[in-house]
């Protein structure tokens, strides 16, 4: 059941950062405006859910696991972007 929601996170990460806002307290007390998370939801979603997660289960960003984690998401975003653009074609 966990994969089969990681894999939906994945391949959905806009409509899950949305249920997580409005079912859970995810996203409560990590960012101090509204400006990072929407800019996240736009640009970066899964660099977004990666680093709140992160940052809500208190693991050290400057750990090698965490940086690997965020690296990680960040490249499966602009992997994203990048079939997004090239299905338009």
């Given at each position: ?40 939801f736009i640009f970066l979603p899964l ?43």
């Amino acid at each position: 059941m966990a994969c089969l929601l990681a894999v939906l996170v994945v391949a959905f990460p806009r409509i899950a950062i949305v249920l997580l806002y409005l079912l859970t307290n995810f996203f409560s007390g990590i960012y101090h405006s509204f400006l990072i998370p929407i800019l996240g939801f736009i640009f970066l979603p899964l660099t977004l859910i990666a680093y709140t997660y992160l940052v809500d289960a208190h693991m050290p960003l400057n750990n090698i696991s965490s940086l690997v984690i965020i690296f990680i998401a960040i490249i499966l975003d602009l992997g994203l972007v990048r079939g997004a653009t090239w299905r338009r074609r």
